[in-house]
């Protein structure tokens, strides 16, 4: 029997806390691409953060397993990981950070996708098939939509799809870690793997692109700070911690608010102009995303709705 629990007040708070954290990750880089482009960000922050991660784990005892092709899960994982990041970066260059959060958290539709082809027990159901078709309906207005009128359209519209694509990757991230020995490895074995692929991808990527020009400006000082110490290893080990303790069921729900938060964050930090079709586009993307995530939640309430009525039935002469 599983001993994890519904949610409380206390994991509503820091799931609430984490989504806020998890939103203002794009506008950070973003605000601080004037003074260090945003994909060396990335790296700097990936491999920061993993030299953070590994002391942690040397502290608790714990070691990368090599055996049993392990390792190659591992890889897999990092790879992915690190391609997300790239077109991240290289979107963030292109494209609004409020359109890119959006786009990027696209991600548990293509893990849903995935995992419907990979394993029986993942199977999607009618709702979540209907939610599915709502998101991809959404990025179809959102793509489609735009005014001609609108300066660097094209550019956008670049941006835009390498955020889409890094909600693929990441959801094919997702994949491969249930999918394989990585599905009960220790979280922090995991993060690490995802942080040094995310290095180790990007650092060549900077150099074949000429992306190294940094000026060290407080404000891309407080950046990477917050990137580092806050996104890539606080928030992370929150999360992993939550998933120990509570459903992951009901946790998945609240992913809709991150590019809801990252929308509002990018127009009030950043001065960011939303177009009506964007606009209407994202919101059923965000609806699609709930409708996918959250089945499992529906379908409790709609079995403790239904247990009430034939309790209330039973009592009645």
Not at 182 to 193: D, I, N, R, S, V
Request: one cysteine or more.
């Amino acid at each position: 029997m599983s001993s994890r629990k519904p949610l409380d007040t206390q994991a509503v708070g820091l799931m609430l806390l984490l989504c806020t954290i998890w939103a203002l990750q794009q506008i950070a880089v973003k605000a601080a691409a004037p003074d260090m482009a945003p994909v060396l960000q990335i790296s700097l922050r990936s491999g920061l953060s993993a030299l953070l991660v590994g002391a942690l784990m040397r502290r608790r005892g714990e070691r990368l397993v090599w055996r049993d092709g392990a390792w190659r899960a591992g890889a897999l994982v990092g790879l992915l990981f690190g391609l997300e990041f790239l077109l991240v970066g290289e979107g963030l260059r292109h494209t609004s950070a409020s359109h890119l959060v959006v786009f990027l958290y696209t991600a548990p539709i293509f893990a849903a996708l995935g995992l419907h082809w990979k394993l029986r027990a993942e199977r999607l159901r009618p709702l979540q098939w209907a939610g599915i078709a709502l998101a991809f309906g959404g990025i179809a207005l959102a793509f489609l939509g735009r005014s001609p009128s609108q300066a660097d359209t094209d550019a956008m519209l670049l941006g835009d799809l390498l955020g889409l694509l890094g909600g693929a990757a990441w959801g094919a991230t997702t994949v491969a870690v249930r999918c394989s020995r990585l599905a009960t490895a220790p979280a922090t074995e995991t993060l690490l793997y995802q942080l040094i692929g995310a290095c180790v991808l990007l650092l060549p990527a900077v150099l074949l692109s000429g992306q190294t020009t940094f000026t060290p400006t407080p404000r891309l000082l407080g950046s990477l700070a917050f990137q580092v110490l806050v996104v890539s290893f606080a928030s992370f080990l929150a999360w992993f911690w939550l998933l120990r303790q509570y459903l992951a069921s009901r946790l998945g729900v609240f992913s809709f608010l991150t590019p809801l938060f990252g929308v509002g964050f990018g127009v009030a930090l950043l001065g960011e102009p939303l177009e009506p079709a964007f606009l209407q586009g994202a919101g059923l993307v965000l609806a699609g995303i709930a409708l996918v995530g959250g089945q499992g939640v529906l379908a409790s309430l709609a079995a403790a709705l239904g247990r009430r009525r034939a309790a209330g039935v039973g009592e009645n002469p």
